[in-house]
């Protein structure tokens, strides 16, 4: 079964360094995005990515985020400079066709700034 | 008053019980309502979902939309120790906002064999 993979599971940083993190989409996929889960809080909506843009992204998203495609295979979500309440689950997730009811996730990856 | 409001438990059943984890919401523009279903260090994983109001069935799960109410329900029949995990409801409004989820905090489940 076709599955969304993140690299690393566990990253951690010291506050202020710059972290990126990647994620290999579904290969069909087109529409890409990342969410995150700070323990204990409810997973939030930070952007979405289509065709090379950001099609929409959370207030979260400020000018610390920045998400790219580099190569046609990986979706990277870069953090400039890590505060410790960016320590969260980031989850990468994948949809074909743009449907939220069509979208894997994939396993997270668990960031903690230090 | 939050979005999407759900009961994070722990819930604790014996096998074989009928399990109903709910989540009320406030956004009535809301039309597509998804549960999903994580186990620990794992992402979420869609379970079902329904398109605005009613019910939708499969298998051992019965998901139950009731619009007017907002409010929506996951029924687990015949629950296994397998079905532990934590269950997450999440919505998403109409074409325009159809790329986005809000979701509920998680309700935790426990199924004892």
């Known amino acids: 079964e076709p599955e969304v993979t993140q690299t690393p599971s566990h990253q951690v940083t010291q506050m202020g360094q710059e972290v990126i993190l990647r994620c290999v989409p579904i290969?069909?996929?087109?529409?890409f995005y990342w969410y995150r889960q700070i323990l204990g809080q409810k997973v939030e909506f930070l952007v979405s990515?289509?065709?090379?843009?950001?099609?929409?992204k959370s207030e979260i998203f400020d000018d610390q985020f920045s998400v790219e495609r580099p190569d046609g295979s990986n979706f990277t979500l870069k953090i400039r400079s890590t505060k410790l309440e960016d320590s969260a689950m980031y989850f990468c997730?994948?949809?074909?066709?743009?449907?939220?009811?069509?979208?894997?996730f994939g396993q997270g990856t668990r960031l903690t700034v230090v | 008053q939050k979005e999407v409001e759900q009961d994070p438990g722990p819930l604790s059943v014996p096998e074989g019980a009928i399990v109903s984890l709910n989540c009320t919401y406030s956004?009535?523009?809301?039309?597509?309502f998804m549960w999903y279903r994580q186990y620990s260090r794992k992402g979420p994983e869609l379970l079902m979902y329904t398109y605005s109001s009613g019910n939708k069935e499969d298998g051992r799960f019965t998901a139950q939309v009731d619009k007017s109410s907002k409010y929506i329900s996951l029924f687990i029949r015949d629950s296994q120790p397998s079905d532990s995990a934590t269950y997450l409801c999440a919505m998403s409004g109409g074409a325009g906002n159809n790329r986005k989820l809000i979701w509920g905090l998680g309700t935790s489940l426990a199924v004892n064999p």
């Open positions: 290969s069909n996929h087109l529409y």
């Open positions: 997730a994948s949809s074909q066709q743009g449907a939220v009811t069509e979208a894997f």
């Open positions: 956004n009535s523009a809301f039309q597509y």
């Open positions: 990515f289509y065709n090379n843009e950001i099609s929409e």
